[in-house]
């Protein structure tokens, strides 16, 4: 266990709706990173908070966007889906945003649109 | 283009068997390395990093990796492996040079231990 958890692990839903997954970064972490894993392209790097603040954008769609809270939890709002966003989304965490630092995965949200 | 390379898809072998596993990388400047595992069901794990220091660095379960900046490669060994080690293997690597250091993972290796 990470110590990183994500909520929920499964979520089902029809193309064209919205979704929200949810990550709460390690304790005492300050950065959470979202990535996204599907089978034809691998793990990419969506996006990356740091105490609040958007520090790195990596291939996240117009459609999605993230925001991380005071408690330093973490959201990621996918809108319009399709087909092509089912996916295993992990979210990951570290101490700070230091070069040199480990990430810390969480379980996954794995999203399958229908 | 920056990217990173893990050159066998799928490895199957037999447990006691020796285990490497090849990543290379394209990314100029200062680099930091890692190993993932993502066993059935479950999330990533950290194997082994490199940050800097002696490029010969051992981690958890008996893995280990070399670090040879000429061939720009991070190739994951393990002497003996067990068929608990069936698992999916990420290389992966932040460069200095990327804003907020996020990982760039390999498409991954799936390994399976037969008994």
């Known amino acids: 266990d990470s110590g990183v958890t994500q909520t929920p692990k499964h979520l089902i839903t029809a193309t064209g709706q919205r979704v929200t997954l949810r990550c709460s970064p390690r304790?005492?972490?300050?950065?959470v990173y979202w990535y996204q894993q599907s089978l034809d392209q691998g793990l990419q790097f969506l996006i990356q908070y740091y105490n609040g603040e958007e520090r790195a954008k990596g291939n996240i769609l117009e459609r999605f966007s993230a925001q991380q809270f005071p408690d330093l939890h973490s959201e990621l709002n996918l809108s319009s889906l399709e087909l092509g966003d089912s996916a295993l989304y992990f979210c990951?965490?570290?101490?700070?945003?230091?070069?040199?630092?480990?990430?810390?995965f969480g379980p996954g949200t794995r999203l399958l649109v229908l | 283009a920056q990217s990173v390379s893990q050159h066998n898809h799928h490895v199957i072998l037999s447990e006691a068997a020796s285990l490497e596993l090849g990543c290379n990388y394209s990314?100029?400047?200062?680099?930091?390395l890692f190993w993932y595992v993502q066993y059935p069901g479950q999330h990533l794990q950290l194997l082994l990093k490199?940050?800097?220091?002696?490029?010969l660095v051992k981690g958890i379960k008996g893995f280990e990796a070399e670090f040879i900046k000429s061939k720009f490669s991070f190739n994951l060994r393990k002497p003996s492996v067990q068929w608990s080690d069936t698992a999916e293997y990420f290389c992966?690597?932040?460069?200095?040079?990327?804003?907020?250091?996020?990982?760039?993972f390999g498409k991954g290796t799936s390994l399976l231990v037969t008994p």
């Open positions: 990951a965490s570290s101490v700070t945003s230091r070069f040199e630092e480990t990430q810390y």
């Open positions: 490199y940050f800097s220091g002696d490029p």
């Open positions: 992966a690597v932040n460069a200095a040079s990327n804003s907020g250091y996020a990982l760039n």
């Open positions: 990314y100029g400047g200062t680099v930091n």
């Open positions: 304790s005492g972490d300050l950065s």
